[in-house]
């Protein structure tokens, strides 16, 4: 049997700002974007390349408005894998992309530190082997 994640859910206060930054600023790709009623909408994005694909989730309730940006405790929570780190560094500085730190090499590759407009850290990193 094979398994593997095919989606994880990203807490948003709007679906059309979580589109803005996804698609508008990362260059992700819209995969869904369904009316479900009563003002809910099932939309998912996805790097270009595939993979897991990213559910955004509009918080409804005063629990999930707090979780806003801190889904995993301020640690770096999700990781965009990259074959060409300068291009994609320079076309989110570009984009208006928040990155914390300036690139740096690791055993593992290159790998820099960003935030979504939400607080939501991620990991921009190409592996060097």
Do not use: C
Not at 58 to 78: P, Y
Not at 85 to 109: C, K, N
């Amino acid at each position: 049997m094979t398994r593997r994640i095919g989606r994880i859910a990203i807490v948003v206060p709007d679906y059309d700002e979580g589109l803005a930054f996804y698609v508008g600023k990362l260059g992700f790709q819209l995969v869904e974007d369904q009316d479900m009623g009563n003002g809910k909408r099932w939309v998912t994005v996805q790097p270009t390349g595939g993979g897991t694909a990213i559910l955004l989730a509009r918080a409804v309730d005063a629990r999930q408005t707090a979780a806003i940006g801190n889904q995993t405790g301020g640690r770096v929570g999700f990781f965009l894998e990259t074959q060409d780190f300068a291009a994609d560094h320079a076309a989110f500085l570009a984009a208006g992309v928040d990155f914390e730190e300036t690139p740096r090499s690791e055993d593992y590759g290159m790998v820099a530190v960003f935030r979504d407009p939400f607080g939501n850290r991620w990991d921009l990193m190409e592996y060097s082997k």
